[in-house]
């Protein structure tokens, strides 16, 4: 699976889009993009996942480049409960082991 | 739906101690996984499952055991403990498909 890169630490304040990039210049075509968050030592909760196009749910927006060499992750009225860890994951979904290889993330403070 | 259980939440053991730290899920999903998480690190596969009596190693497996009987159950066991083995542990599932991990709220283990 690719790695990943991603800013150590973000801030942003209350209101406001938090706009979280990932770089995974050396992504496969077959490879998902994948975000989770952390919030304080909990478990790590499920965000949004895609391929090749934009992808839009309750929670957030992903951005895909069209090189699929990096992507951003936009929460678009960011809140304090936001406060969290944001991991950026690529994942070949093939094969029968469905892993994720987490890095370190990013770690995001929204301020009021 | 409980979701994914995990027990106990916190506990305490002295070097050279074994103990299983328990995990359940209530979804029918075929595939679990255990994480560890040191502190300020992203989460490293111990071990997964992909079906009950079916189970691989990942990342870190030394030091540690699983067994999958049934669908529902992943216990991850201990065998004399360590002080490197102080850490954070999740345990997630996720079903047939290559969506979201649902992960469980950790086990807090610290060992003397």
């Known amino acids: 699976d690719a790695k990943t890169t991603q800013p150590t630490s973000m801030d942003c304040a209350e209101g406001r889009a938090a706009n979280l990039p990932c770089n995974h210049s050396?992504?496969?075509?077959?490879?998902?993009v994948y975000w989770y968050r952390q919030i304080h030592s909990q478990g790590p909760q499920y965000i949004i996942h895609?391929?090749?196009?934009?992808e839009t749910n309750e929670m957030a927006s992903l951005i895909i480049t069209e090189d699929r060499k990096s992507s951003t992750l936009i929460l678009p009225h960011a809140t304090l409960r936001d406060t969290a860890v944001y991991y950026c994951?690529?994942?070949?979904?093939?094969?029968?082991?469905?892993?994720?290889?987490w890095g370190l993330g990013t770690s995001l403070a929204v301020n009021p | 739906n409980a979701g994914v259980t995990q027990t106990p939440k916190f506990r305490i053991l002295k070097i050279g101690q074994s103990m299983t730290l328990q995990c359940a899920q209530d979804?029918?999903?075929?595939?679990m996984y255990w994480y560890r998480q040191d502190p300020g690190m992203g989460l490293k596969l111990i071990y997964y499952?992909?079906?009950?009596?079916?189970?691989d190693k990942g990342e870190v497996p030394n030091g540690y055991n699983v067994s999958r009987s049934t669908t529902e159950d992943f216990p991850l066991r201990l065998e004399l403990a360590a002080p490197s083995q102080t850490s954070v542990y999740f345990c997630?599932?996720?079903?047939?498909?290559?969506?979201?991990?649902?992960f469980g709220p950790g086990t807090r283990l610290t060992v003397l």
């Open positions: 979804m029918n999903h075929n595939y």
């Open positions: 994951i690529v994942r070949v979904n093939a094969g029968n082991n469905r892993k994720l290889i």
């Open positions: 499952s992909v079906g009950a009596g079916i189970t």
């Open positions: 895609g391929l090749k196009n934009n």
């Open positions: 997630a599932s996720t079903g047939t498909g290559f969506g979201e991990q649902f």
């Open positions: 050396t992504i496969s075509g077959n490879e998902y």
